[in-house]
């Protein structure tokens, strides 16, 4: 794995993207930690797995569009700022009148983040094939889609492997995270869709708890495992603090994780995704692109909501640099 892992394009345009990603966004309100009973003590920020990880890309250089619907409501105006703010095209996020914006809520205990969800019949569970454009996918290097847009419709999930196999069909590199939520889905289910989105997909992003519920399998060995026997030719399975295992055509490396003080881990394998796919677009090898990926979740980390602590590309070198890493 010495030589960069994603090719170049062999057209390279003004208006060319490097990353463009499909799911679906969200407001978040995230309690403050130490605030437990106070009622009003939640930060609103943003969050949606494939949003975080598109804003992250873009935060490290990349150029990036997201896909998706939204409500004409106040939500959804706020998710329509972030994105033009942070650099994102989100010309493909369609507006649907009189649709809701999906929302969450993010509590903080002994025993780590939990989420409860408005979401049921957002705007983003009528995403259709239709939503995302063949001349969209015609100009990206790389498109990102995760479980989340599986589950959350059947039609989200025709979408979003339409586009998948799409984007396969005219070169583009594919990259999906299972992140699997098992309160959206029964279990056989998220492993016959996520299965079929594995053997589509270039890149498998998955977390070890992601293949304890999918696979039972009790170690990142078998995990690996499990990925090569779905027929994976690359995963970057994700081992929180402690490791990030890479098994490229059956060649299993991995590289240490950096450990922080945790305020917040919601959002952090999003960050991640973003900051590796956007370092192989550049033509980082797997490794590097790995490395510097996993600084840039350990820095999420440190502060409080899925998108407010991403770190841009300055931030991440100076921690690679004062780590040793660089």
């Given at each position: ?54 804003i992250a890309a873009s ?178 399975l994700k081992d929180g ?86």
């Amino acid at each position: 794995m010495t030589a960069a892992f994603l090719p170049p394009r062999p057209v390279e345009g003004p208006d060319d993207l490097d990353i463009v990603a499909i799911g679906e966004a969200m407001v978040e309100f995230n309690q403050q930690p130490g605030n437990i009973s106070v009622s009003s003590a939640y930060v609103q920020g943003f969050g949606g797995d494939t949003s975080n990880m598109v804003i992250a890309a873009s935060r490290q250089g990349a150029r990036t569009a997201y896909v998706s619907r939204i409500g004409d409501d106040a939500f959804g105006g706020l998710l329509q700022d972030l994105w033009r703010r942070e650099g994102v095209d989100a010309s493909a996020v369609a507006v649907v009148p009189g649709a809701q914006t999906g929302a969450y809520f993010v509590t903080h205990g002994p025993g780590g983040h939990a989420f409860s969800y408005a979401r049921r019949h957002s705007a983003a569970t009528g995403l259709t094939a239709a939503d995302i454009p063949d001349s969209l996918l015609a100009r990206t290097r790389m498109l990102h889609a995760s479980g989340i847009s599986l589950a959350i419709s059947s039609s989200a999930a025709n979408a979003t492997l339409s586009a998948m196999e799409r984007a396969a069909d005219v070169g583009v590199m594919v990259c999906f995270d299972p992140n699997v939520r098992p309160s959206l889905w029964p279990m056989p289910m998220a492993r016959a869709l996520v299965g079929a989105a594995a053997r589509l997909c270039d890149l498998f992003l998955p977390g070890v708890d992601d293949l304890r519920l999918l696979a039972g399998v009790s170690t990142p060995e078998e995990g690996l495992a499990w990925c090569r026997a779905q027929g994976v030719k690359t995963t970057v399975l994700k081992d929180g603090p402690r490791r990030v295992w890479i098994d490229h055509d059956g060649h299993v490396t991995s590289v240490p994780a950096f450990a922080v003080q945790v305020v917040d881990a919601s959002g952090a394998g999003d960050c991640f995704d973003g900051a590796l796919e956007a370092r192989l677009a550049v033509g980082d090898t797997l490794t590097d692109a790995v490395s510097y990926a996993a600084a840039a979740a350990a820095l999420s980390a440190t502060g409080l909501g899925a998108v407010a602590p991403v770190p841009a590309e300055e931030a991440v070198r100076a921690f690679l640099a004062e780590r040793g890493a660089a």
